[in-house]
């Protein structure tokens, strides 16, 4: 969430920066509910001030030796219930409008950093650098991978929509072990790395969404419990930045590094006609996911550091890739500066998303009410928080069924997942 305050003391900077970002974004309703607001609490403060006033008023009048029913003692009384009834009007209209800017502040996305490219959509991202040239296989023939997966029997389409309905997977036999030596694999780089490996609730209330940035956003792309306040989680971003929500950490204690492997759930309700095939856009996927706690003069640095943890993943694995700036009018809702991991594909001759890793600086703090305090300094302050895709299962195991696809028909097993398949071809 914004900050109140940067908006109200700098509203054209602020409005400046909304505007690279595309939207149609107007500060205006803000500063509007925001001077309401403030005219309120002020009003409300003075009315109480004068309550307290004819409260020590009356006592002393009262000590001095004067009846209740004095003239004076009467009219003091008869003005404070005035201001009672003002008090019990007003407060009701503050708490509604405060309400009213707080809903509004969080349809706002996040401001770009100074370093995120200046564009209006994708095709305005900026190319970093590309890794693996070398393992981009010659074999032209490639079938796309959910054609060969098909053919060696791992994964099933068909049936899953008689399970399901479209967009869903089954993964059978090498296919399922597959997924889970990529999840094992992950995991363990990660946790080696010095992330802590955490196993969080799938099904999580709104306020985890909200507090994350995908409410109310993103409420039409995600599955929700009709019957409970609860929802599918769309990615483990949203249970981790609420692992330590409404709580105050020791600046000591940063930073904190979790990862943690889920399932994810997604309508889609954006990608019609997009992806219908195979495994890059499903309605339920499997994701290990990095995220970090940091102090926000790091920040910057953890984003560098959180993007190449992800791509050691792919360098590991030897699936040839290439970096993503992000440009302001493709940047996510919570971020202010994004890499895109994009792997490449050989049958369709290009890199897609495989991960994106994020810098959220004060955003999700706010929303969670997430603070740190450093010693020896009055006060708290918002932390910062990272997230990263370390990796999108399903899109690596579709990486490899094409990047390793043999001319007999096989697929070669990366040599790092070798151990954990005891196998070498699929």
Not at 20 to 30: F, S
Not at 165 to 193: C, P
Request: proline share 5%; glycine share 8%; charged share 25%.
């Amino acid at each position: 969430m914004l900050d109140i305050k940067q908006i109200r003391e700098n509203p054209e900077q602020v409005q400046a920066k909304l505007d690279l970002r595309g939207g149609g974004y107007d500060l205006k309703p803000i500063l509007a509910l925001d001077q309401q607001q403030r005219e309120l609490e002020v009003g409300r403060s003075q009315l109480q001030a004068r309550s307290n006033e004819i409260g020590k008023l009356v006592g002393q009048k009262m000590k001095s030796g004067a009846k209740p029913d004095d003239a004076e003692v009467l009219a003091l009384k008869e003005e404070g219930n005035q201001i009672k009834a003002q008090l019990s009007d007003l407060e009701p209209k503050e708490k509604e409008i405060k309400e009213q800017l707080q809903a509004l502040l969080l349809t706002f996305p996040n401001l770009p950093s100074e370093e995120t490219p200046i564009g209006k959509s994708e095709d305005e991202n900026v190319e970093i650098r590309r890794w693996g040239d070398e393992y981009i296989p010659t074999n032209p023939d490639i079938l796309p991978h959910y054609e060969i997966g098909e053919k060696l029997g791992i994964l099933n389409f068909e049936r899953s929509v008689k399970i399901a309905q479209s967009r869903f997977v089954t993964l059978l036999g090498a296919g399922a072990a597959l997924e889970r030596a990529l999840i094992q694999f992950m995991l363990d780089r990660h946790t080696q790395a010095g992330f802590v490996e955490v196993l969080p609730p799938i099904l999580i209330n709104t306020a985890s969404l909200t507090a994350s940035g995908q409410l109310p956003k993103f409420a039409d792309e995600s599955f929700k419990c009709d019957r409970d306040d609860l929802w599918l989680t769309p990615t483990a971003e949203v249970p981790i930045t609420s692992l330590y929500r409404d709580e105050i950490l020791e600046a000591d204690a940063l930073p904190i590094y979790h990862c943690a492997y889920t399932p994810c759930f997604r309508r889609e309700a954006g990608s019609y006609g997009r992806d219908t095939r195979g495994l890059i856009r499903l309605h339920q996927f499997n994701k290990v996911e990095m995220f970090k706690f940091v102090h926000p003069d790091t920040s910057m640095d953890e984003l560098e550091s959180l993007t190449q943890a992800a791509e050691g993943v792919l360098q590991a694995l030897k699936l040839p890739y290439r970096v993503i700036a992000l440009c302001t009018g493709d940047l996510g809702f919570a971020s202010v500066k994004t890499y895109d991991l994009e792997v490449w594909l050989p049958s369709q001759g290009k890199y897609r998303e495989i991960s994106s890793c994020s810098n959220c600086t004060d955003f999700q703090a706010r929303r969670a009410s997430l603070r740190f305090k450093e010693a020896g300094k009055k006060g708290t302050q918002f932390l910062h928080t990272l997230n990263g895709s370390g990796l999108a299962v399903g899109r690596t195991m579709a990486a490899i069924l094409e990047n390793y696809q043999q001319p007999d028909g096989t697929v070669a097993i990366p040599e790092a997942l070798r151990p954990y398949l005891g196998r070498d071809v699929l």
